[in-house]
C-alpha cells in the first residue's frame, strides 16, 4: 500500500521521485511532521473554542431566566415581612406576574383589606419594562415585595414556599398576546406551559398545599360561534398559539387537582382593560397614536362586519379574582400525596357587554378630544377571532361577580391615568 509520502509524490513518468534518503527528503519529513502536528492542535483549539462558545451561549440563555440573585437573611425577611397577614383570616398569597397589568392591581387589592401579598416576576422585555418597574415601585410603596425571578426555575419556587407558607397563590403570569405568538412561538411554551407546570411542581408538594387560581383566556373558544360563550361549551378549536397554550394549562390544571389534590381555579378574562395597562392592547395603542397625531389600523371582519369585544374594567377582574381566592376550599394533598377530593373550577370574568372597535375608538376621540385617523382593513389571519361576549351566570353565582363599569367610564379613567403617567397637559406632552 502505498505511504502518505508516496501520495503526495507519486512515480509517474515524467515526473521526479525523490529518494527517500535524501537530506532533503528528510527536512521535508521533519517539516511535515511539525506541521501535521501543527493542524490537529489547531483542529483541536478551534474545537475547544466552538465548545466553550456552545457552553457560553447556554450559559447566556440561562441567565435570561435564572440570573437575578435571590436568597440571604435579608432577602428572608423581607418575604416574611410582605406575606405578613393584617387582618383576621387573612390570606397568604403568592401572585405570580405581580407587577403586570392585571397582577398589579389584584396584589394592591389583597394589600389593602389586610392579606400578606408576594411577587413574583421576570420583567420581560415583551412590552417596556420600565412600565413593570414603575409597577414595582408603586407595590412597594404600599409594603409588597416584589420577587425578581423566573418560573422556571424551581429551586427559586422551592424556597419560595420553603420561608412561606403561602395559603393561595395567584398565578397571573404568562406570555400574553395572540399576534406575538407567530413571531416568539418558544415563550409562550416556557411561560404558559413549562412555568405552570414548574409552579404546579412547586404547590404540590408543599406542606400544606396551597389553593391555586389562575389566568385562563377568553382565547380558549377560539372558533366557537355560539354566544354568548359559557364554561360547557367546546374549546377545541383555538385559533391560535396563546389559545392553545391556555387550553393546555387548564388540561394541566386538571391533572394536577385530579393526582395531587390542588384546588384549582381557572379564570377566563375577557379583554381587561383599564389604568396601568398593557401597551400592546388596542384601547392602549390608540390612545397613543391619536395623541401623536399617527393612524391607527381598524381591523373588520368578513361581510364588512365590525369585530367586537367584551372589554372588561380591570376593577371588576380584581373582584372576580378576590371572590375566586375567598371561595376556593382547600387543597387536599399532603406530601405530594392527594387525601381527598379537591375543588376545580372554571369561570368566565367578562362584562357581558360586547362593544365594537369602531365604538371603542369613538369614545376615545371624546375624551381625548382629537380625531383619529383610522385604516380600516380586513382582520388578517394573526389568530384573533372576530366577537367575545361572556356568560357569567356561574361566577354571579357562585364566586358574587357582578361587573359594574361599562366602557365608557373605564376609558375615561384610563385615559385621565394616561395623561397623568405620560405627561400630558391638555393633550400635549409636557416637556
Known amino acids: 500500500m502505498p505511504s502518505l509520502q508516496d501520495e503526495l509524490f507519486p512515480s509517474t513518468p515524467g515526473k521526479f521521485k525523490m529518494d527517500r534518503n535524501h537530506p532533503m527528503n528528510r527536512q521535508f519529513h521533519r517539516c511535515f511532521a511539525s506541521t501535521t502536528t501543527m493542524f490537529f492542535w489547531a483542529l483541536f483549539l478551534i474545537a475547544l473554542t466552538a465548545s466553550y462558545l456552545s457552553f457560553q451561549s447556554f450559559v447566556d440563555s440561562g441567565s435570561r431566566y435564572f ?11 423581607q418575604l416574611r415581612h410582605s406575606a405578613q397577614t393584617h387582618r383576621p383570616n387573612g390570606l397568604s398569597v403568592l401572585v405570580t406576574g405581580a407587577a403586570g397589568f392585571v397582577g398589579t392591581h389584584v396584589s394592591l387589592a389583597l394589600k389593602k383589606r389586610g392579606d400578606g401579598v408576594v411577587g ?22 404600599h409594603g409588597i ?34 399576534r406575538y405568538a407567530m413571531e416568539n412561538p418558544n415563550s409562550y411554551v416556557h411561560s404558559n406551559i413549562a412555568g405552570l407546570v414548574t409552579l404546579l411542581e412547586a404547590c404540590k408538594s408543599a406542606n400544606p398545599q396551597p389553593a391555586v ?23 377545541d378549536q383555538p385559533a391560535s398559539l396563546y389559545a392553545a397554550t391556555k387550553k393546555a394549562g387548564e388540561e394541566i390544571t386538571h391533572t394536577y387537582n385530579h393526582i395531587y389534590g390542588l384546588s384549582i381555579t381557572g379564570l377566563r378574562f375577557f379583554t381587561v382593560y383599564g389604568p ?90 371624546r375624551h381625548l378630544k382629537v380625531k383619529a385617523k383610522k385604516n380600516v382593513v380586513e382582520m388578517p389571519g394573526n389568530g384573533d377571532v372576530p366577537f367575545t361576549h361572556a356568560n357569567i351566570s356561574s361566577a354571579r353565582k357562585e364566586l358574587g361577580y357582578k361587573p359594574t363599569t361599562d366602557l365608557q367610564t373605564g376609558l375615561k379613567k384610563f385615559v385621565r391615568w394616561y395623561l397623568s403617567y405620560y405627561g400630558y397637559n391638555h393633550g400635549k406632552p409636557v416637556n
Open 67 to 77: 440570573s437575578v440573585s435571590w436568597g440571604g437573611i435579608q432577602w428572608e425577611k
Open 120 to 141: 413574583l416576576d421576570n420583567f420581560n422585555s415583551y412590552y417596556d419594562p420600565s412600565l413593570k418597574k414603575a409597577r414595582k415601585s408603586l407595590l412597594s410603596d
Open 145 to 178: 415585595f416584589v420577587v425578581h425571578g423566573d418560573l422556571n426555575d424551581a429551586r427559586l419556587l422551592e424556597k419560595l414556599f420553603d420561608v412561606v407558607v403561602f395559603s393561595h397563590v395567584m398565578h397571573l403570569a404568562a406570555q400574553a398576546g395572540v
Open 213 to 235: 387560581v389562575w389566568a385562563s383566556s377568553s382565547s380558549v373558544y377560539g372558533l366557537n360561534e355560539k354566544v354568548p360563550f359559557s364554561e360547557s361549551d367546546r374549546t
Open 276 to 365: 396601568w395597562g398593557r401597551p400592546d392592547m388596542a384601547y392602549f395603542s390608540f390612545t397613543r397614536n391619536i395623541l401623536q397625531g399617527k393612524p391607527i389600523t381598524v381591523f373588520r371582519g368578513k361581510n364588512r362586519v365590525d369585530l367586537a369585544r367584551d372589554f372588561t374594567y380591570i376593577d371588576d377582574i380584581v373582584k372576580g379574582c378576590l371572590g375566586s381566592l375567598d371561595t376556593s376550599g382547600k387543597s387536599t394533598g399532603s406530601g405530594g400525596k392527594k387525601t381527598g377530593p379537591a375543588a376545580y373550577r372554571i369561570f368566565n370574568l367578562g362584562n357581558t357587554s360586547p362593544v365594537t372597535v369602531p365604538t371603542l375608538v369613538s369614545i376615545l376621540e
